[in-house]
């Protein structure tokens, strides 16, 4: 419930997470378009997909909730907590989004040298 205005306010080092505070928070609330490069995102979508695609976008840091099996239903953040087995696909999910970034800077790949010699320049 930030607004750009409220930045000012932040220390120089803090990292900032995109985050919207809804428990839980609709995927198409999720705002990751907002998220800039080398900022983080705090999910609360209890979908395991998010990670992945908030790396996409830019983030370099997650903040998910996840629960133990005994976690009780009553626990406030039990609806965006993810169980055990989810949060191992969200890890998953995310370091391989993460591979899959690169580093940003768009360059002839390893794996594209053999076709080098195909290459067409006009």
């Known amino acids: 419930m930030q607004e750009?205005?409220?930045d000012a306010t932040l220390p120089k080092e803090a990292i900032y997470l995109h985050c919207v505070s809804a428990y839980p928070c609709p995927l198409e609330e999720?705002?990751?378009?907002a998220i800039e490069p080398h900022e983080?995102?705090?999910d609360h979508t209890r979908c395991v997909h998010t990670g992945g695609w908030a790396v996409a976008s830019g983030a370099d840091y997650l903040e998910?909730?996840?629960?133990?099996d005994a976690t009780s239903p009553a626990c406030p953040d039990y609806p965006v907590a993810l169980s055990p087995a989810q949060?191992?696909?969200?890890?998953?999910l995310a370091r391989t989004a993460f591979q899959a970034r690169g580093s940003g800077e768009k360059q002839i790949q390893e794996s594209e040298r053999i076709n080098m010699k195909h290459r067409v320049i006009t």
């Not at 999720?30 to 378009?33: I, K, N, P, S, Y």
């Open 4 to 6: 750009a205005q409220d």
């Open 30 to 33: 999720a705002g990751l378009g």
């Open 40 to 42: 983080g995102y705090s």
């Open 64 to 68: 998910v909730h996840y629960r133990l």
């Open 87 to 92: 949060l191992g696909q969200y890890v998953l």
